[in-house]
């Protein structure tokens, strides 16, 4: 019969947990993100702007998860550095 008592605690608190929001990461957290810049933005009228229209597709599709389009963002950065001269 412990058993069965047991079973019953555990289902009961993945039903608990499935309900609480679980934050994971400051990024994760809704009220934490912040927009990314309009078109108009200073990013975007560099001369990488090809570089961040992928930026802006992807955190588009991706729901506006960075970690999700690491490589547009690795390659915007590359663009922007070697338009800046910035070596490293």
Known sequence: MGSST??????????????EEVVVCV????????DLPSDN???ASTDCKEQYARVVTCMDKQYKRVAQCKDE????KLCHEAKNGIVK
Do not use: L
């Open 41 to 43: 933005s200073s990013a």
């Open 27 to 34: 990024d994760c957290d809704k009220k934490t993100q912040k």
């Open 6 to 19: 047991s079973k019953q605690q555990t289902e009961e608190e993945a039903k608990e947990m499935e309900d």
């Open 73 to 76: 963002w690795r390659d915007f």
